[in-house]
């Protein structure tokens, strides 16, 4: 019942497309759902975050939807850039849980 | 950035053999995690650590064992290496529980032969 549900595992598009990535979970006590943006190398390092109390949030060309209804929530990337190749992580917790549940991962691949 | 650093960062070694990981934080930070990192399987919770000596398990803790005397260092050992344990290894710090976001380090590559 912790785990969160991460597709597809990799994603080619076109530059100026969108990107979308979905999560699905089983918790309904979970209430933070951040994505974490990780380049090859790196650290995952955190994207965006959202919490159930909105259906989706906006931070210049990256966007959050988020049913709550459906369990689900996701991550659209507008106009994307080769810039924005990545591997993105879901995740989600619960205010008083000690840890993150990370979704598998999705490898983008934004061609030129 | 937030100020932690892993070492070593890159690692070999051979099966059998002891190994140490660690993390150094800056931040004062309670909660301490690490994770490994394999293709497939995303980030598994190895152990964390909600204050100084004071440790738990994640989801793939066996084979590991983890130690936290001061604030700002979480170790972690491999008792006995297997090639199983072949991964990047990932520390992260939080100010606190739950919806609070996490820091990661650079990673620490390990290969066990």
């Known amino acids: 019942q912790q785990q969160v549900k991460q597709s597809p595992q990799s994603l080619i598009v076109q530059k100026g497309g969108i990107s979308i990535i979905n999560c699905a979970y089983e918790n309904t006590a979970f209430d933070y759902f951040p994505w974490y943006q990780q380049f090859p190398g790196k650290g995952p390092a955190l994207l965006i975050a959202?919490?159930?109390?909105?259906s989706e949030k906006k931070e210049g060309r990256f966007t959050i939807s988020f049913n709550k209804s459906a369990k689900q929530f996701s991550l659209h990337i507008m106009d994307s850039q080769p810039g924005d190749s990545a591997t993105y992580f879901c995740a989600a917790s619960f205010t008083g849980f000690q840890k993150l549940v990370f979704g598998t991962g999705t490898r983008l691949l934004v061609s030129p | 950035d937030a100020g932690i650093t892993q070492s070593p960062r890159h690692k070999v070694t051979e099966t059998g053999t002891p190994v140490t990981l660690r993390c150094h934080q800056t931040e004062n930070h309670r909660y301490m995690y690490w994770y490994r990192q394999d293709p497939g399987h995303g980030l598994r919770l190895i152990h964390y650590s909600y204050g100084v000596k004071d440790t738990d398990k994640g989801e793939v803790s066996d084979g590991y064992s983890v130690s936290r005397s001061k604030t700002e260092d979480f170790l972690l050992t491999l008792e006995s290496a297997t090639s199983s344990q072949t991964s990047v290894y990932f520390c992260?710090?939080?100010?606190?529980?739950?919806?609070?976001?996490?820091?990661f380090g650079p990673g620490t590559r390990l290969t066990v032969t």
């Open positions: 992260a710090i939080s100010e606190d529980r739950g919806s609070y976001e996490q820091y």
């Open positions: 959202i919490r159930p109390d909105v």
